[in-house]
């Protein structure tokens, strides 16, 4: 997929699960329950120890189907070890020019971690597709997108961090472009996460 199709992608699905995995067999099962829900966008966090592997492995076996990508990525070589292994977009909790260069020069998506305007506006400047608001969403809640979006409207939002069933609909509802969720669709059985993600989209849709 082109640079351009990832973005649009993450961006017309808005929901993407956040996964930090112990064995390929977890991560199977996690990804089983989100398809069947309707979510079809994934993050493999690098605080995984085999993350290179469940990326690689998962991709191959969901091709197609789940759009993989690679979190909790700090720095240059870790984005290109998580590009070899064929994640499709790069995610961080930090913003690194570093990244930001190394995604830039293979056309993969980035989204880092923000906490200011001025951080925001510098990582637009380093081609980053998305904001990830980290930590500040689970503080602000809802009303960041507002606080953000008012001056600068133009700011491709992805919240990660005080999303529920409760206040999906009011994220949204103010112009969150992408919801990164983590607990709800990483913990219990699959069926527990297939009807979490199934709620998670039924208000998308709406």
Known sequence: MQKNEIVSHIAKTRVMAVVRIDSLERGIEICEGCLAGGVDVMEISY????ADEYIRQLNQKYKGRMLIGAGTVLDGPTA???ILAGAK???APTFSKEVALMCNRYQIPYAPGC?????MVEALEYGASFIKCFPISNFYGPD???IVKTPLPFMPLMISGGITLDNVRKWLDDGA?????????TKGSREDIAANAAK??????K
């Open 47 to 50: 605080t995984s120890e085999n």
């Open 115 to 119: 906490t200011s305007y001025s951080e």
């Open 80 to 82: 290109r070890n998580a």
């Open 200 to 205: 998670l989209m039924a208000e998308v849709n």
């Open 144 to 146: 960041l997108v507002k």
């Open 177 to 185: 472009d992408c919801l990164a969720v983590g607990g709800l669709l």
């Open 89 to 91: 977009f790069i995610i």
